[in-house]
């Protein structure tokens, strides 16, 4: 049983086919990358797999259990969650409120227990608490805990976004474009983070422009152009994939270190 | 059979009048995605600006004339002064409709007060200006004949000024896209603006013909044809001007009919029925289109 | 562009570290002050002006948990006022019940008509919402006047009496009526704080910074826009059954237009949106001003529209509603379990204030 297995899914929108026949998988454990020009469906592929959009065909399993037709609150509670691909944090909420909101799924006392502050409260509203303060120490935030989250420089709110899917308690983290705006020294933080993140048993499913972070960070690669999937294999096969190159001339195209 | 069929002749002429109003509400929301709250009170005001100008010894029409300036003027100044501003700072949607909420209560207020115009009611000049016709057993008033056709030929104007006109050019391509329409050298503050005009017109024109039916003005009255013109608005969905246009006939029939069967109780709530009704099943009315957003 | 930069010696940080740090001293000297009114032979009208201007704080926290936490704008609160005082009266005076039950029936069929126009609010929001709101307002407004078998129509209800407990009547004069909205003011203000600093109020306010998120991070947002108007329709219930008690013992559908919901929407808006000492400041602003400029009776309700207007121009967030420079406030056991892993944050009590500071990454 594959740990994510997405097969022949087309999302159509209207006219527009936004995703035609995709199949992919991700192993438990993997840094897997989805990389292609713009437009080329990439995000569309994560608004399927998190429940935005209802998939017009195809099917997708995680861990075993159907995701089609499930709400994107079921699938957090399956163990996916995202970032986006602009920060869509809580401005006006604190840091630590931010990634609160990630443990929320996972928190079990309920409207009551907080009324009443009874003892399952005092106890889980502990742990979680702790819980988030851990993750902002291990992502670099922790000075940041109090402060407003609309307040924080861009790469700080792109790492807040990925502490508060951390809270989730996922098991698979699908993150989009993390690596946008950073400059190479916030981008080596990165690809040090997302690889630590892999060594604590998070597994990854990266949308990436930035080639450098993609080459050095994946296990797999996955390309898509228009929609479809023109290529697959791991970083040295696609670098040397005559599709690939000719999917990107005319767009973006950075070297990638080896 | 009788009986039902004068429903349909009063719902027709009263929900021609609605989709004048309507329309006000449709195209500040094409424009600005933005319910303008006030625009029931420019009704009103409409109604007791041709009392106030028939109270000063003006002729009905001159008054009616008036009144049709005065209230396009005042809704353009609702939008320059109040909601332009807001857009400039980007301010949360929120700020927007508190402030429509604020204007529809300063002006409703305003009319109420003592050495104004008093809360009380009014009697206002009648549109029966020629009789009634009799048909069997039926009798249609003339104020509802002149409501009714009044209302299509400003409808079908107001059509034809957005759909062959290069005003009109303008305020769709600042609908569909107000970067782009500023890109392309149009002024779309004026735009809205002229669009805040005609509906604040079209308001008064609705107020006049409305009034001239009842005969009666009260300052409140804003609030309650507001409610039903917006769920017009919306029946038809909302930023589609012939959808107004349907939504007024279908508030304005339902209401009559409901009136007729069901007793006068329950007139009023009818439109807010309604509206919860196309609201849970089809937000965005009988023609409006759904938009994509990108996630 | 956000304003919560908040340098460490600005004056707002200065004075809301200050009043924390000595909060249980300010609470038990309001405390006294506020119980002590009753006590210090104030006049009819003193007493009536610091009664209503708890009830709106009430009604203002009330209202604050639909707008200011979960950023539903509701125009038809007056709806919910009206169904408490109603509910609570016509236990009274056609069953016969004591004030007490009566209060608590209404606020809860006040909660139970909140939960119906929730529903709606899984499908809409935004003006759409506020719009529905507005048209329940009106039809409560219309039940009340039209179901004259049950609610007396436009005559209204007469000789609803006063509470009493163990003998005791609570009147205007003995300072009672004031003690009652004083300890559910008081009350509610407890409630709402606890609500906000727990997974329900982060939800709340997940919601209306972007709902969207919110679902994507796993909220039932459904669920909790229902409550949201579950909680603020039975605060307001329960205001309104005071209400009704209060208003010599006569309630009538006029006391309950378009007007007061718009009176209670702006003790919100102008006080301060989300914060408890918003509504404090909003309800004595908006009690206080017509009685200090009485010769503007009449256009008491203009400049309210007026308000209303220059606030969201000028100061969006109202009057009081600044954001807060104090810390998260953890609980004592989050506390005691921080301490115990050396995470406890003392010495980052303060939001950073600008550009990109130094840290460490990958603590283990």
């Known amino acids: ?258 | 059979m009788e009986a039902f069929l004068v429903a349909i002749i009063n719902g027709l002429a009263l929900g021609m009048a609605y989709a004048l109003i309507a329309v006000g509400y449709s195209m500040v929301f094409g424009v600005l995605r933005l319910i303008n709250f006030s625009h029931g009170t420019i009704y009103a005001f409409g109604a007791y600006m041709v009392y106030f100008f028939v109270s000063l010894k003006f002729g009905l029409f001159p008054a009616i004339l008036l009144s049709i300036i005065s209230s396009g003027l005042l809704a353009l100044l609702i939008d320059k002064v109040a909601l332009e501003p807001l857009r400039k700072k980007e301010s949360i949607p929120i700020a927007t409709l508190i402030t429509t909420v604020g204007v529809s209560f300063i002006i409703q207020n305003f009319l109420s007060i003592e050495y104004i115009f008093t809360s009380e009611k009014k009697g206002f000049p009648s549109l029966n200006l020629f009789g009634s016709i009799i048909i069997g057993n039926i009798t249609i008033q003339s104020s509802q004949i002149i409501m009714f056709f009044v209302a299509i030929v400003l409808l079908a104007i107001l059509t034809f000024l957005v759909n062959k006109t290069k005003l009109g050019l303008a305020m769709r391509a600042t609908e569909q896209n107000i970067k782009a329409a500023k890109l392309m050298g149009i002024d779309v503050n004026s735009v809205i603006s002229f669009t805040f005009f005609i509906g604040g017109a079209s308001a008064a024109i609705a107020g006049a013909l409305i009034s001239g039916y009842y005969q009666i003005i009260s300052p409140t009255m804003g609030s309650l044809i507001g409610l039903k013109a917006f769920s017009a608005a919306v029946v038809g969905g909302i930023g589609v001007l012939y959808g107004s246009v349907v939504g007024g006939l279908v508030v304005g029939v339902s209401e009559c009919i409901a009136a007729q069967y069901l007793g006068s109780n329950v007139r009023d709530p009818m439109a807010f029925v309604i509206l919860i009704i196309i609201l849970l099943i089809k937000p965005t009315g009988l023609f409006g289109k759904k938009g994509i957003s990108k996630v | 562009m956000n304003k919560t930069n908040i340098g460490k010696n600005s004056l707002l940080y200065n004075l809301e570290h200050f009043f924390d740090r000595y909060k249980v001293i300010f609470a038990v000297v309001f405390g006294i002050a506020a119980f002590s009114v009753p006590f210090l032979g104030l006049s009819r009208v003193t007493l009536r002006l610091l009664t209503m201007i708890s009830l709106y704080t009430m009604l203002g926290m009330g209202l604050n948990v639909l707008i200011g936490y979960t950023g539903q704008v509701s125009l038809g609160h007056a709806g919910f006022y009206a169904i408490g005082a109603y509910v609570c009266a016509l236990l009274q005076v056609d069953a016969g019940w004591s004030f007490w039950p009566a209060l608590l029936a209404g606020g809860i069929f006040s909660a139970f008509v909140g939960f119906l126009l929730g529903l709606p609010s899984m499908r809409l929001s935004g003006t759409y919402l506020s719009i529905v709101t507005l048209g329940f307002g009106e039809v409560v407004l219309m039940i009340l006047k039209q179901w004259e078998s049950v609610t007396y129509g436009n005559y209204g209800i007469r000789n609803i009496p006063k509470p009493k407990l163990f003998g005791f009547t609570f009147d205007l004069q003995n300072g009672g009526f004031y003690i009652i909205i004083l300890v559910l003011t008081i009350l509610t203000g407890i409630f709402c704080t606890l609500i906000r600093n727990s997974k329900t109020g982060r939800a709340f306010l997940a919601i209306k910074e972007d709902e969207f998120a919110a679902i994507m991070m796993g909220i039932n947002t459904s669920k909790y826009k229902i409550l949201a108007f579950v909680i603020s329709a039975f605060i307001t219930g329960i205001a309104g059954g005071f209400y009704s008690v209060i208003n010599n013992g006569y309630i009538e559908p006029t006391n309950f237009t378009f007007n007061i919901s718009v009176l209670m929407l702006s003790v919100v808006i102008v006080g301060g949106l989300g914060t408890i000492r918003g509504m404090v400041c909003g309800a004595a602003l908006l009690i206080l001003f017509p009685e200090v400029f009485r010769f503007l009776q009449q256009w008491r309700f203009v400049i309210y529209g007026v308000l209303l207007v220059l606030m969201m121009q000028f100061r969006p967030q109202g009057i009081l509603g600044w954001q807060s420079t104090l810390p998260y406030r953890l609980t004592k056991q989050t506390r005691k379990e921080l301490e115990k892993l050396n995470l406890l944050p003392d010495e980052v009590k303060t939001p950073k204030a600008q550009g990109r500071g130094e840290y460490e990454i990958f603590k283990g």
């Open chain 1, 1 to 258: 049983m594959k740990f994510l297995r997405v097969k022949n899914i087309t999302m159509q929108f209207g006219g527009l086919l936004a995703v035609d026949n995709l199949s992919f998988h991700v192993d438990k454990g993997e840094i897997v990358s989805l990389i292609g020009p713009n437009g080329a469906g990439k995000t569309t592929v994560f608004n399927v797999l998190t429940g935005v959009y209802k998939v017009t065909a195809g099917s997708m399993e995680f861990k075993g259990e159907k995701l089609e037709g499930k709400t994107p609150q079921e699938i957090v509670a399956l163990g996916i969650s995202r970032t986006f691909q602009n920060p869509r944090l809580f401005p006006k909420m604190r840091v630590i409120e931010n990634v609160l909101i990630g443990t929320h799924i996972r928190t079990k006392y309920n409207f009551f227990d907080g009324l009443l502050r009874t003892k399952r409260f005092q106890y889980e509203e502990a742990e979680k608490t702790v819980r988030a303060i851990k993750i902002l120490e291990s992502i670099g935030l922790y000075e940041y805990m109090n402060s407003y989250a609309g307040s924080l420089p861009y790469g700080a709110q792109r790492k807040l976004e990925i502490a508060r899917a951390m809270a989730t308690d996922a098991e698979l983290l699908l993150l989009d474009e993390p690596a946008a705006g950073m400059n190479p020294t916030e981008t080596e933080e990165l690809l040090r983070f997302i690889r630590e993140l892999r060594d604590r048993g998070f597994t990854i499913l990266l949308i990436e422009h930035d080639m450098k972070v993609v080459m050095n960070i994946s296990d797999r690669i996955y390309v898509l152009d228009h929609g479809k999937l023109i290529a697959h294999g791991t970083p040295n096969e696609i670098v040397n994939n005559q599709r690939v190159i000719e999917a990107y001339l005319g767009g973006e195209r950075k070297h990638a270190k080896n």
